[in-house]
């Protein structure tokens, strides 16, 4: 950038497409740095929502330094803009995703757990009211990982299934098979390794050189661990290395 660059919106934008970079090459320091810039930018000319997308941005680089606190606050600082902003909207029901997304990392902590399903619900029930329905599977499936943390395999799986039954909906492949991989672990959590392998398999099939290399992979790793967890040893390996073929 050069230094007498003119200040305006558009180097707000810029900033953060830097900060985006340097994110993606784990130069986290730097890509702060580069947000607390937009930040300037957008309060001095009194974008809300680009200044909440600063808080956003800013609190997913925090969460990948480990420095939770920081990230849960400039979640929260997110939050409270985008509400002021419009009470119900699509940024606000992602950032309420992002804070449950860092509140989960310490699910055995109660208040943390409580934390995380409350932003879920909230991501949800916003999702559900601007009809957005992407944002509802990603809450459904969000809430079921959160149960099975807790070992409750019964209401993980309640949830599973509507975010699968909303992907099938919209003729969504790519969201039906991840659904199904996280019912599959829900199944299996719950002792049917029956149904989990069943439901894995049909996976692989839906998946195998179709695209999805990465739901492939998903899948076959998840497999390989049920048959590993349950001393099919062989019946792992064989799953591996057809995955690798």
């Known amino acids: 950038l050069q230094k007498k660059q003119p200040e305006n919106v558009d180097l707000g934008f810029i900033y953060l497409e830097y900060a ?83 509140y989960i990392i310490r699910p055995q902590d109660t208040f943390y757990y ?51 039954d909303l992907a099938k909906k919209i003729q969504s492949t790519h969201y039906q098979n991840f659904l199904k991989t996280r019912l599959a672990k829900a199944h299996y959590d719950n002792g049917d390794v029956k149904k989990a392998e069943t439901i894995l398999t049909e996976v692989l099939e839906n998946t195998r050189n179709k695209g999805d290399i990465g739901m492939f992979i998903d899948a076959v790793s998840i497999l390989a661990a049920i048959y590993y967890d349950i001393k099919e040893y062989k019946k792992s390996v064989q799953t591996l290395n057809d995955g690798i073929e």
């Open 20 to 102: 985006t970079n340097q994110l993606r090459q784990k130069n986290y320091d730097k890509a702060i740095e580069y947000i607390e810039k937009a930040e300037k930018i957008f309060t001095k000319f009194d974008k809300l929502k680009y200044l909440a997308r600063c808080y956003n941005n800013k609190g997913l680089v925090y969460k990948n330094m480990h420095m939770y606190v920081l990230g849960i606050e400039n979640y929260i600082k997110a939050v409270k803009l985008y509400r002021t902003i419009n009470s119900q909207s699509r940024n606000l029901s992602i950032t309420y995703l992002n804070l449950g997304n860092i």
């Open 114 to 164: 409580k934390s995380a399903k409350d932003a879920y619900l909230k991501s949800l029930e916003i999702a559900e009211k601007v009809k957005d329905t992407t944002q509802m599977i990603s809450a459904y499936e969000r809430l079921g990982s959160l149960s099975l943390m807790s070992k409750d395999t019964k209401l993980a799986t309640t949830y599973f299934s509507e975010g699968f």
